[in-house]
């Protein structure tokens, strides 16, 4: 069997292939992501190459990377962002689009509970004015909930409407922590609206979406990218409360 | 927590590349994705085609079989049942079952071009009036869809009938039997064949040629024009929003444009090979 | 009244592409709104019910699902069938302000008495866009369907069987926003060339103007059978100008029989 | 209407020796021999992984989907659930084959859940809890171990996804021809002799499958499951050269 040929080259990660016996499984040796631990040893479960990686208590963590998109799934604890596709009194059912910066090649279903919508005053909630269906927020990841959806929360100044569309149609710009306005009709809606962190320029950019670039895009051109490019005339920041 | 334009606000994202008249795979708004024609890949079948544009793909293996004609059918004629399949394979949205009628619809009108498009004269397919005729069964699968699937499917029909090379058979009207003789095969004659453009249609008026899926998904309406040579098979525009008839004018020219260089893509490759178009 | 306004604004224009039509509105009472639509030997009678509770799959969050159920004069389904479905929903859906009634659903049945084939998708359309008149429901504009056959150098709208000796087997169904004409929705069946295929597409706009006239008619002459109604015109067939007397409902009958 | 059939082009050869007196097949292979392999990963560039197999004349096509968000009726909450899908295309064989879909065909509803199965033995499925992995497999050429070929396409497709796996699944056919085991059989001496498929997991040495049809003295199994492993790991061999070679080559495009 021909081993891999970066095998030769010292300083050079190995290219392993599932099945592929990498170490003792010892008191040095850790088995990490894209490995599994068998009988005293650590196999490779993915076709990639080896990264070890000194750790505090001394060990060493094996891991097996691919290069290319991991396959994620939501975990308790994660920001995701998703779209808001229902909404009733007691929930609103949505679409989690990405995990923290990974876009989601498929769409995981969410739902928000009206007492998890924020941290204060949990009673007096009305969903309604809070979000409506075609809302992209920000929300966490409580628990996997039950058998048909992530259980969500937007119980935190950053998380909650990132960007939403008025009744004429426009992208609506924050005013407070509880409205929204929408530039062509001037008229207020209310949202739990999230605080968003300066340096996120994707969010601000698509805010303010009158100030399109009218640049030459780069194919495949996705929405960090544009906020790298546009860092230097940033759009002026709607104030946050 | 950066999160991705492409994820959250296609729409926008799309017409930030519109403004640029640059589409997101680098596209010019009336290019084509690079178009490829492979023939005669599948030797199980009497002919065979595979054409991708892009990341849409189609497979196309045409069976012929005998059978009698049907009393209220014509007897001196033979028959093409095209069968176009989208698989869950295909499409991540697409689940197994009975065929969608997305893909029914699309085997109908696939019949449909062929027919008015007169490229093939059906009692080539006859063998003995009354008594034995051709059927070809042209059974497409779709292997990865990324938009634009019937212009995909139409041209691996195309190129797979010109692939065909049908049995010589004989009926022996003494002994009432039929007379086939596998080794010997002659192509069909065929007239100017049935070659399809697809245009999606952005902000009323911006016309996008072979739209990808994504595209597919975003566009306002989208426009199928069919040629046969210098005469139009199909034109149709189902859904969507209103168009001018200028614009109506145009999806007309640039899908003239698109089939010629789809026919000169099909003549290059009569003789049995791989011929790519680079765009 | 109305019949002045009328003449006012739309003045005299040759009704060639109508000629062979009748219609009612209000044939059916169980439904929100019906017609009954005959042009030539194609005879369709249309009913929407709605809007009305939406299935859970066909659910949208931000305007009213349009079904269209279509049942041909054999009573089997075909593959056809789904296409002349496909052709009238979006039509619908492009007309009809569904945003002002979210999650909910319009559906609009579609029944084939008589057909011959060629004017069927368009009398469909038609027949749709009448029931939706009849059911009052909101709409941004109306949309028209004319079937154009180009014989020659000249192009026949909306031709009867026996007129169109001569005929390519080409046709041409165009459906129009009779407002800003521009082209809703176009399928074309057989051959045809590009000279063809736009003199077609023109013709059909100036006919989708008289359709226009027709579903103005049809309406009037619906308000004038509902005494009650302040709107109504001459209530009585003979107060009503001789052309708009065929679209009553006897004479309807009459000649889809004929 | 009544369908004729014309004799498919190889009938004339099936009264012909399968094994030659010089020990040599029809297509002149020896018996341990397997057919030509080419395959080639991340074929379609819009499915999570893809991979095309060819084994002489045998042809499939493999993609899969996931892990997505599970559907109801699939869903277990502690591993993810696999979902496979045989389809043969109906101009694969030398004669026409019935119309996929529906669920009509039995044979590759069977042979679906049997990937599901042998799949259920590699892949890590307590990584993805509540989730669930699609592998379609379409056969597009028939020409014998069509199963078999299946199953190593299956496995190329799902390393291309990146789904973690235990080891790889490799499988082959086996039959015996007077006294003589060959293996991976074409579909001419599929016709005329028992065959066996297995596959194996390389590393391990287990067997998730064997699946045998016709009968043969049972003294013969002993052997000839030697001669299968021994063709499966060489398909092993054949596989794992692809994928070391395809990840050389992705690795050299960054």
Request: proline content about 5%.
């Amino acid at each position: 069997m021909s081993q891999g040929s970066s095998a030769g080259s010292p300083g050079e990660a190995i290219c392993v292939v599932p099945g592929d016996c990498l170490c003792a499984a010892d008191d040095k040796h850790v088995a990490g992501k894209g490995t599994i631990e068998r009988s005293g040893y650590i196999y490779s479960c993915l076709v990639g190459r080896v990264y070890t990686q000194q750790q505090e208590d001394k060990t060493e963590l094996v891991e097996v990377r691919t290069g290319q998109e991991q396959n994620i799934v939501p975990t308790a604890g994660s920001v995701v962002t998703a779209k808001v596709t229902y909404v009733n009194p007691r929930f609103l059912r949505c679409e989690i689009l990405c995990i923290g910066e990974t876009v989601l090649k498929h769409k995981f279903r969410g739902m928000l509970k009206k007492e998890d919508v924020r941290a204060t005053e949990r009673d007096k909630v009305k969903m309604y004015e809070c979000f409506r269906p075609g809302d992209v927020i920000l929300a966490k990841v409580v628990s996997l909930g039950d058998a048909l959806s992530y259980v969500l929360s937007t119980a935190e100044n950053e998380l909650g409407v990132a960007l939403a569309h008025s009744e004429a149609g426009a992208l609506m710009v924050p005013l407070s922590w509880a409205e929204m306005r929408c530039p062509l009709t001037q008229a207020r809606e209310l949202r739990k609206v999230a605080k968003i962190p300066p340096e996120d320029v994707a969010f601000r950019l698509a805010r303010s979406a009158d100030r399109r670039p009218r640049r030459r895009l780069s194919p495949g051109a996705t929405g960090p990218l544009l906020s790298i490019q546009h860092t230097a005339d940033q759009p002026e920041v709607q104030a946050v409360a | 927590m950066a999160a991705d334009m492409r994820a959250i606000q296609p729409e926008s994202l799309y017409k930030l590349h519109l403004e640029c008249e640059e589409r997101p795979d680098g596209r010019k708004l009336d290019a084509a994705r690079t178009t490829v024609v492979t023939r005669g890949g599948i030797t199980t079948a009497d002919g065979s085609a595979f054409c991708r544009s892009g990341h849409t793909s189609v497979l196309c293996g045409i069976k012929a079989e005998v059978c009698t004609p049907a009393t209220d059918a014509p007897p001196d004629r033979g028959w093409v049942v095209p069968n176009l399949e989208l698989p869950a394979l295909c499409h991540h949205r697409f689940r197994p079952g009975p065929p969608s009628e997305a893909a029914q619809t699309a085997s109908a009108q696939l019949l449909q071009l062929l027919d008015a498009s007169g490229a093939l004269d059906r009692t080539q397919l006859c063998i003995e009036a009354g008594q034995a005729v051709w059927v070809l069964y042209c059974d497409l699968i779709c292997l990865s869809h990324d938009g634009n699937v019937l212009d995909v499917a139409l041209l691996a029909l195309s190129a797979a009938l010109t692939d065909l090379r049908l049995p010589s058979a004989e009926w022996d009207a003494t002994e009432e039997r039929l007379r086939v003789k596998p080794a010997q095969r002659t192509p069909l004659k065929l007239g100017p064949l049935p070659l399809a453009a697809t245009l999606a249609v952005f902000d009323k008026e911006t016309l996008v040629l072979d739209p990808a899926g994504d595209e597919e998904m975003l566009c306002e309406a989208s426009v199928t024009v069919a040629w046969a040579g210098d005469s139009m098979v199909l034109l149709d525009k189902t859904g969507g929003c209103e168009l001018s008839l200028e614009a109506m004018d145009r999806c007309i020219a640039l899908s003239k444009k698109r089939s010629l260089e789809l026919k000169k893509l099909l003549d290059c490759c009569t003789q049995s090979g791989e011929v790519e178009k680079g765009e | 009244m109305i019949s002045a306004d009328m003449k006012s604004e739309e003045g005299d224009l040759d009704e060639d592409a109508i000629n062979n039509f009748t219609c009612e509105l209000g044939v059916l009472s169980q439904c929100d709104g019906s017609a009954t639509l005959c042009n030539g030997l194609t005879a369709v009678l249309a009913a929407t019910f709605g809007p009305v509770e939406v299935r859970q799959q066909r659910e949208l969050v931000d305007r009213s699902s349009i079904e269209v159920t279509f049942r041909g004069p054999h009573g089997v389904e075909g593959v056809e069938d789904r296409r002349v479905e496909q052709l009238v929903r979006s039509t619908l859906e492009q007309c009809v302000f569904a945003a002002l009634h979210p999650r909910t659903a319009v559906s609009v049945v579609l029944n084939v008495l008589e057909t011959d084939d060629l004017l069927l998708l368009s009398t469909c359309v038609n027949a749709a866009v009448l029931a939706l008149l009849d059911s009052s429901l909101s709409m941004k504009y109306l949309p028209a369907a004319v079937t154009c056959v180009p014989v020659g150098d000249r192009v026949l709208v909306n031709p009867l069987p026996s007129e169109r000796q001569g005929s390519s087997g080409g046709s041409v169904t165009a459906v129009y926003d009779t407002g800003s004409e521009r082209l809703v929705a176009c399928r074309t069946a057989g051959q045809l060339s590009a000279e063809q295929l736009t003199s077609c597409l023109r013709e059909a706009r100036r006919a989708a103007a008289m359709v226009r006239q027709l579903y103005r008619r049809a309406v009037a002459a619906k308000f004038s059978k509902e005494p009650r109604d302040p709107w109504a015109g001459p209530s009585r067939a003979e107060d009503m100008p001789p052309s708009w007397r065929r679209l009553g409902g006897q004479q309807a009958g009459e000649q889809s029989t004929s | 209407m009544c369908a004729y059939m014309w004799a498919p082009p190889f009938s004339a050869v099936s009264t012909m020796e399968l094994l030659s007196d010089q020990g040599l097949r029809v297509d002149g292979r020896r018996a341990h021999e397997l057919r030509n392999v080419e395959c080639r990963l991340g074929v379609f560039g819009r499915a999570d992984g893809s991979a095309y197999l060819e084994q002489g004349n045998t042809r499939v096509l493999a993609t899969v989907y996931g892990p997505h968000e599970a559907r109801a009726a699939q869903r277990r909450h502690d591993v993810a659930s696999i979902n496979c899908q045989y389809r043969q295309a109906v101009f694969s064989g030398w004669e026409r084959g019935r119309r996929a879909g529906g669920g009509g065909d039995r044979r590759a509803q069977e042979l679906g859940a049997l990937l599901q199965n042998t799949l259920e033995s590699v892949v890590l499925v307590e990584l993805y809890p509540r989730s669930q992995i699609d592998v379609y497999v379409q056969v597009l050429q028939a020409d014998g171990g069509t199963y078999a070929t299946c199953v190593n396409a299956a496995t190329l497709a799902l390393i291309d996804a990146g789904v973690a796996l235990r080891d790889y699944v490799c499988a082959c056919s086996a039959s015996v021809l007077r006294d003589q085991p060959l293996v991976d059989l074409n579909s001419l001496e599929t016709s005329g002799a028992p065959e066996l498929t297995a596959a194996l997991l390389p590393r391990s040495g287990r067997l998730p499958l064997l699946e045998m049809s016709q009968r043969f003295h049972v003294d013969k199994l002993g052997e000839l499951l030697d001669v299968a492993e021994t063709a499966c790991r060489d398909v092993h061999t054949i596989l794992n050269r692809a994928v070391r070679r395809h990840v050389s080559a992705r690795s050299s495009e960054k």
